[in-house]
C-alpha cells in the first residue's frame, strides 16, 4: 500500500485546513487508519484514528472537538478535517495504515504504511 497525503498549508489561528490522504494497492476499507504528527524538535505523536471495523473513531484529548478522522472508501481516502486551529497545531502531518492493532492503536509502531507527511503551519 502506497499512501500520499496532502492539503496541508500555513493559516493563522482560527483558521481550517482539510488533510486527504490517498491509497493506492489496496483498499482503505481494510485497514485501520491514523494520523500522526510531529512538531519541531518533538516526537510523532497520534492524532486521530479510525478502526477498521465500524469505522469507530478515537481522537487525542488535544483535538478533540476541533478535528474530524473520516473515510470515502469509493474514493479510497481518508481526510481530516481541522478546524479552529491553533498555533500548537503546527507540524507534520503523516498518514497511517495498518491491519487490526494488536496493541494501542495510538502508538506508531503499530502502523505498517506511511505516507510522506504534510506540514501544517498555524501563526497566532
Known amino acids: 500500500v502506497q499512501l500520499q497525503a496532502s492539503g496541508g498549508g500555513a493559516v493563522q489561528a482560527g483558521g481550517s485546513l482539510r488533510l486527504s490522504c490517498s491509497a493506492s494497492?489496496?483498499?482503505?476499507?481494510?485497514?485501520?487508519v491514523a494520523w500522526f504528527r510531529q512538531a519541531p524538535g518533538k516526537e510523532r505523536d497520534f492524532v486521530a484514528g479510525?478502526?477498521?471495523?465500524?469505522?469507530?473513531?478515537d481522537y487525542a484529548d488535544s483535538v478533540k472537538g476541533r478535528f474530524t478522522i473520516s473515510r470515502d472508501n469509493a474514493e479510497n481516502t481518508v481526510y481530516l478535517e481541522m478546524n479552529n486551529l491553533k498555533p500548537e497545531d503546527t507540524g507534520v502531518y503523516y498518514c497511517?495504515?495498518?491491519?487490526?492493532?494488536?496493541?494501542?492503536?495510538?502508538?506508531?509502531?503499530?502502523?505498517?504504511?506511511w505516507g510522506q507527511g504534510t506540514e501544517v503551519t498555524v501563526s497566532s
Open positions: 497511517a495504515a495498518g491491519a487490526v492493532p494488536s496493541g494501542d492503536p495510538r502508538l506508531d509502531r503499530e502502523y505498517a504504511y
Open positions: 479510525s478502526s477498521r471495523r465500524y469505522y469507530m473513531t
Open positions: 494497492g489496496r483498499t482503505f476499507s481494510t485497514y485501520h
